[in-house]
């Protein structure tokens, strides 16, 4: 009975990401910010992606912190937060491949970056000495995308965490889209 009803939720957010329609942005030296909704991602990057719930279209599922999930006049959904380490989600990767990890952001009341963190841990839940720390200042006041950054991850990890953060500490970002994806091999 259980995996009957795993394999019905797990359909339905399939379903769910599938249905959801993208378009791509229009010119950014229009006069209104684009919301992430309105992103170039693909149906297929939403699928492929291993963040659950990447689009905080599903409210709060996947991630830690169901109070930070905000909605924009357009519908679209998104998570902020500040300095703090409440928004995370754990991940299963695989030990020494190489993943690209991709996200929207807008600056909210920060002054400094917004911080996407990747940490390893063991077996034991011990924190291991490698991880990513990926800073990015808007340069607008608008939704921008974080350019495309890869990690490989070390050896003797069990599990991933991905936090979002400010490292501001009087201020707060916004944050959509977070995709994590295999990284396409290097030509040879």
């Not at 830690?64 to 905000?70: E, M, T, W």
């Not at 909605?71 to 690209?100: C, F, P, R, S």
Request: net charge positive.
């Amino acid at each position: 009975m259980v995996n009957v009803v795993f394999g019905i939720a797990i359909l339905f957010l399939l379903y769910a990401n599938f249905s959801i329609k993208q378009q791509s942005p229009s010119n950014a030296s229009t006069a209104a910010p684009q919301s992430p909704a309105n992103d170039s991602s693909t149906s297929d990057d939403l699928l492929t992606s291993l963040i659950v719930n990447g689009n905080f279209e599903q409210g709060a599922l996947g991630w830690s912190n169901p109070k930070a999930i905000q909605k924009e006049a357009n519908g679209n959904h998104y998570i902020i937060n500040n300095y703090n380490w409440l928004i995370k989600q754990d991940l299963n990767l695989l030990v020494n491949k190489t993943y690209e990890i991709s996200a929207s952001i807008k600056r909210g009341t920060a002054t400094g970056p917004a911080r996407i963190v990747i940490t390893f841990l063991d077996v034991n839940g011990k924190r291991l000495n490698k991880y990513y720390d990926i800073n990015y200042t808007n340069q607008g006041a608008g939704w921008e995308e974080i350019p495309n950054q890869l990690i490989t991850v070390p050896e003797n990890t069990s599990k991933a965490r991905i936090y979002l953060l400010c490292k501001d500490k009087k201020g707060y970002y916004c944050f959509d889209n977070i995709r994590l994806a295999g990284a396409a091999a290097p030509a040879n």
